[in-house]
């Protein structure tokens, strides 16, 4: 998930070049859309959804239609540097929700340090560029952290024991229909680049089909706040796919950068021990 969710950023910058933010969520959330309904139809999943609508609607407004529109339109005037690191706080949103809702797993001294450590982490990588020219853009990134954080919280509470294909697959087909209208305006006139092309099918396919697919897996697994605790190693994968495909220069921070983020990782994701069992109930 660190791995796929770290490559966006790149293929984002390259398809906001000839393309429109709501075109790009269109053949994005489209894509991926076509690929997965099959499949949820196939099982004869998609029944199952009914009673659930208003979740499955909310959480396919605040995970996927509005952060990924924010965050194309963002990455037009920021950095991906700088973008990865606002996105990095979505754990820490993660654990402010989770205490609201009273969900909170566990996280004590340690998992806020840890979450704490990381995230100085991802500010050594990327080297705190703060050269941002748009304050619309950083509250775009911002709205993205916390849409981030909110769709595990609802994805956890009401949709856990649903289909996980028919969900995503739902969710990107609804997306889709939304955004349709809209991009329908915005189509390129002429067919894009080659790279462009090629950027909007990795994201789709493998960014958004295959990675929801995971990322279901792996809420089920440490839970949903945990979970986003792979936005804390994205901006780590941004930065070795920035050195090796567009020849950026590696800095001594961002060595730093990357083990303090490994260590926070795994310090917040870290389990709580067990409470001892009293002699009573041992050897009863």
């Not at 990865?84 to 806020?112: H, Q, Y």
Request: net charge neutral; hydrophobic share 60%; glycine share 10%.
């Amino acid at each position: 998930m660190c791995v796929i969710w770290g490559v966006p950023y790149y293929f984002i910058r390259i398809a906001v070049g000839e393309l429109t933010p709501a075109t790009l969520v269109l053949f994005r959330t489209g894509g991926a859309a076509l690929i997965l309904l099959p499949v949820a139809i196939a099982r004869g999943e998609l029944r199952s959804l009914a009673a659930h609508w208003l979740p499955l609607v909310g959480f396919a407004a605040v995970e996927i239609g509005i952060p990924w529109l924010l965050l194309a339109s963002a990455e037009e005037r920021l950095s991906s540097s700088l973008t990865g690191l606002l996105i990095a706080a979505v754990p820490l949103v993660g654990v402010l929700i989770s205490l609201k809702l009273g969900t909170r797993e566990g996280f004590g001294r340690p998992g806020i340090a840890g979450l704490l450590l990381g995230l100085a982490g991802v500010a050594a990588i990327v080297g705190l560029d703060l050269h941002a020219t748009s304050v619309a853009a950083l509250a775009e990134v911002g709205a993205v952290a916390v849409g981030y954080a909110v769709g595990p919280a609802i994805l956890a509470r009401y949709l856990a024991d649903l289909p996980a294909v028919a969900v995503i697959a739902v969710s990107l087909a609804l997306c889709a229909v939304v955004y349709a209208p809209v991009a329908a305006f915005q189509l390129p006139h002429a067919l894009p680049r080659a790279g462009v092309i090629a950027s909007v099918v990795m994201l789709a396919v493998i960014c958004t089909a295959l990675a929801f697919v995971l990322f279901f897996a792996l809420i089920a697994e440490v839970g949903p706040v945990r979970a986003t605790v792979i936005t804390y190693i994205n901006p780590a994968v941004a930065a070795v796919l920035g050195v090796a495909a567009l020849g950026e220069r590696f800095t001594v921070g961002m060595g730093i950068g990357f083990v303090l983020v490994l260590a926070g990782s795994a310090l917040a994701t870290r389990r709580p021990r067990e409470p001892a069992e009293s002699p009573e109930l041992r050897y009863s």
